[in-house]
């Protein structure tokens, strides 16, 4: 091989005009590890997503299967469909800073491209005292320094004491500074009740929305962290991490996405990902640690929730997970106390570094499964497909056990307990007994664990919530993990409901938010999709709490009291067809009319299957229907080219639906 490849070198030198890779000819001369495209996806057949604009601009952006995004594309495909209106998914969005304005610092909404160019945006806005600066970062320790492990906070006590040695009214410009009070003003403006008495009013996101409260800060930070960029240190990482989380509180996921593959970079240019280096103290080992399982497992949450490629390859990660022992707690530069022998503050950010490692390991083999399926089928739909829907759901549930290995491990002391017989972790719907004794940081850690948990599990289950017909062929195990999904979306609502309800721990949370958002498009999504289900009386049920819980939310920004409208909007649709579809069964319509409402060939199986005991419930609802045939569908002429709808964006992702002889679009319309 040697020969041929020093033969092919005095070839190429000879050669007038060499190509840039090796021609089809020559490419028997390499080893196959060297053929450039080798790893090149050409020809896979991947479970394409959406293009769908959700911000101010009307240009589209790229989501996977994984995403909200999709599963809302889903449902407006299918409500579209049955009210035989024009698409509406842009309506499923409830209000938010990023549908308003361009970015978090321009003044007014209108073009983005003037808002962000006008001399009228200050560099110097209205900033706080040093007693407001310092009520503002006390907040952060006891709120994002428990759940982002990036700070040593006794060094960053002394670096903003240096910031005041010049003047006593005004500091010394410093980016994490201002990022820290930015993310602080945006989470402490959320305790403040708004001045909105209108419900209208309540849902519009306006300049003093507390979703972007503190955007000066955050604007000048960027404008510092401008001339770092060349050489970035670990403070310059530091800033980029907490600049995600701004963005994504404030609505703007692109941006926050961009900025995460930024801060990715960053630590790959630091050399974060390599193990530190032996000649390191421990303590600052350690806190490189943090600082990197911190950014790659937000990335890894963030391309999940997006349905995404990963930015940062773990293969080629070599810094082992940091420790969380008492003796690391101490050197951290914190001083929280131990809870008891087996958690420290520290505790939290290990387990939930490996929690999203679990959940990525599970997503990553599943979509390549489904990759290998839709190779197989030739990219037909997986919702047309029964048996390779079964296929796909089989292979979801057997790959679950990562996450059970996960939780089996989790310290009792990281898991809030239950009233009764109830079980953290867990989707009996039991009520929290929420410890008055243990320190707020840990109340909050154990609630942000269990509920990243319950997010994550609903997201894998989520797509086999399906709104096409399946033939007459039984999907027992795809009807599972949809009841699954369902489960551990209703278990999110009661959480959040009930501590809402009896404390502040999450209250201003706005991840919270986002987590209950997710949940209640997951029940509404399986309302339509199993109408008479028996898990839909609960389903919704909760749909209804958490409605109450974004009343609450609304109390402080626009963007939850938005949502709240929004599920009302889409529950009343539900409800709507839901009654559409009893009546028909009442009144002895057939069932082709019913079926063609809710184009659910699952309702002629055993809805009783994957329930877990805790969760059974009376199936008094439960209606058996006999499979529609081809040609009852069918026997209107113009079906073919009314009746069936597919979506443009996704040829291999999107159900066909069936529509409705009738017309309801002039009934309802989504607000």
Known sequence: LETQLEAHKHASMKSVASPPCPRSSSA????????PLREHGAGRRFWDGIHTSIAQSSQTQSYGPSS??????RMSSYLDTAFQQAPSDHLMHPNSASRAFASPTSLWMGDSEESLMSDEIPLKADYLTR????YFLGLFWQSYHCTMPILDESRFR????????????????????????AICMQYGIAFLPRSHTDAALRAVVDGDDATIAGRWFYRRCQILLTSELESPSITTLQCQILSVAYLCNASFQN??????????RTAHILGLHLEPADGLPQAQKEFQKQIWWTVFAIEIKTCMKLGRPFS???SQVTCTLPRADKESAVLSGSNFASFNEDVTWLTYGLENTKLILAARAIYVAFFEKCANILDINGGKSLYNDSESLESCAEFLLSSMRCLQNWLRDVPDALRTKRKGPGQSFSTDRSALEVDPFAPVWLQRQRLMLELLYHNLTMNLYRPFICFSPKSNHSTPLAERNAISCVNHAIAMIHIIHQIL???????GWHEVYQWQWNATLSMIGFILAYPVHPSTPSARKAINSAIDAFESFGENFAMAASAANVTRNLLAKADLLIDR???????????THALSVYNNGDLVQDHGAGLDPSESQATDDTITLQPETSSAITQDGSADSMGLVFTVDSFNSFEPFWADSGNLSNTWAYT
């Open 131 to 134: 007693s407001q600066e310092e």
């Open 255 to 264: 941006m926050a996405h961009s900025a995460l593959a930024l801060a990715v």
């Open 158 to 181: 002394e670096h903003y004491k240096s910031l005041w040695v010049t003047s006593g009214t005004s500091r010394k410009p410093s980016a994490l500074a201002d990022i820290i009070l």
């Open 501 to 507: 309800t009896e404390t502040d721990i999450m209250s």
């Open 28 to 35: 028997g001369l390499l080893s196959p590890n060297l053929e």
């Open 312 to 314: 940062a390859q773990i």
């Open 581 to 591: 579809f009893r009546t028909g069964l009442t009144t002895g319509l057939t069932t």
């Open 68 to 73: 909200a995004f999709y599963f809302i594309g």
